[in-house]
Every structure is written in structure tokens, then in C-alpha cells.
Nanobody
Framework: VQLQASGGGLVQAGGSLRLSCAAS????????MGWYRQAPGKQRELVAL??????????NYADSVKGRFTISRDNAKKSVYLQMNGLKPEDTAVYYC???????????????WGQGTQVTVSS
């Protein structure tokens, strides 16, 4: 299984970016999907989470991004997205996608991580 993230880059404060993450491999089902970030010298933190079909696709956001970021998913494409508006310098970090995946060869969900994509917001 691979999670391929893309869409990071350099943007000025107040700008926007859209991150994408696509899962591939012998996947049976995908449960929750999310985005995390890790800034230099800090722990990885949850940015946004979206549940699977069973959870109704409900979303949850870190307080620091509420009202600015929007998470969405396309189950047919096995993909999750993060629309980031009103970016601030403190949003600068490496962003990682995460998904709880049930493989065709197993009977339980396991978490998988993408490779990370750098987001840099200049002031």
C-alpha cells in the first residue's frame, strides 16, 4: 500500500494551497483519513480528520485551522484532500496524510502514512 501526497509548496501569507493524497495497492476498504503536520522541533499534530462511509464522512479540525482549512475525500479515487485558505506563517510544516486501511489480505484495519509534503508560508 502506498499513500502519495502532493500539492505542497511556497506561498505568501493569506494565500491558498490544496493538498492531495491518493492511496494505491491491494485495498479492500478505507476508514478514516486525515492530515497531520510536523513543524521543525515540534511533535506531529492532527490537522484534520474525515471518517469513512460508516461514520458519515464527518470531519474534525484542530482549533488552529478551523474556518480556514477544509478536508474532503473521494472514495472512488481512494483520495483525501486538504484545501488550505488564509495560510499563516505558523502553518509552515511538513504535512502527512494518513489512512486506516483494510487490505484484501487481512482482517483488520491498519494505519498507513504518506511521505509528507512541505508547506512553507512566508510573511
Amino acid at each position: 500500500v502506498q499513500l502519495q501526497a502532493s500539492g505542497g509548496g511556497l506561498v505568501q501569507a493569506g494565500g491558498s494551497l490544496r493538498l492531495s493524497c491518493a492511496a494505491s495497492g491491494s485495498i479492500s476498504r478505507i476508514n478514516a483519513m486525515g492530515w497531520y503536520r510536523q513543524a521543525p522541533g515540534k511533535q506531529r499534530e492532527l490537522v484534520a480528520l474525515i471518517t469513512g462511509v460508516a461514520g458519515g464522512g464527518s470531519t474534525n479540525y484542530a482549533d488552529s485551522v478551523k474556518g480556514r482549512f477544509t478536508i474532503s475525500r473521494d472514495n472512488a479515487k481512494k483520495s483525501v484532500y486538504l484545501q488550505m485558505n488564509g495560510l499563516k506563517p505558523e502553518d509552515t510544516a511538513v504535512y502527512y496524510c494518513n489512512a486506516n486501511i483494510l487490505l484484501t489480505s487481512t482482517s483488520r484495519y491498519n494505519p498507513y502514512w504518506g511521505q509528507g509534503t512541505q508547506v512553507t508560508v512566508s510573511s
